[in-house]
């Protein structure tokens, strides 16, 4: 089993900034990829950006050029530099992790949540 602890949520004003951080631990084998989710009020849980074992990232057209994520050196910790925040940012941001507990033996785990207030 693998377990996300998230930090770094609060209420920020509008312009302001905010740094998201995830830790995973467990029995990882080999991580694939490393993200983060958004689930605003009344809406579906949508991707905000994630990062692979490779490095490589893809952000959502929403917060490209304001939001960046990136990785630790171990890879079993993932973060999301939050700039520019707009009221519309306003969420719960859930981390996700997937990846290998042993060959063939997959998981898919999720963080507990922390919320996102940009509001004046």
């Known amino acids: 089993q693998v377990q996300l602890v998230e930090s770094g949520g609060g209420l920020v004003q509008p312009g302001g900034s905010l740094y998201l951080s995830c830790e995973a631990s467990?029995?990882?084998?080999?991580?694939?990829?490393m993200g983060w989710y958004r689930q605003a009020p009344g809406k579906e849980r949508e991707l905000v950006a994630q990062i692979n074992a490779g490095g490589a990232t893809h952000t959502a057209d929403s917060v490209k050029g304001r939001f960046t994520v990136s990785r630790g050196d171990a890879q079993n910790t993932v973060y999301l530099q939050m700039n520019s925040l707009r009221s519309e940012d306003t969420a719960v941001y859930y981390c996700n992790a997937r990846g290998y507990y042993g060959p063939g033996s997959t998981f898919d785990s999720w963080g507990q949540g922390t919320q996102v207030t940009v509001s004046s």
């Open positions: 467990g029995n990882i084998f080999r991580m694939v990829a």
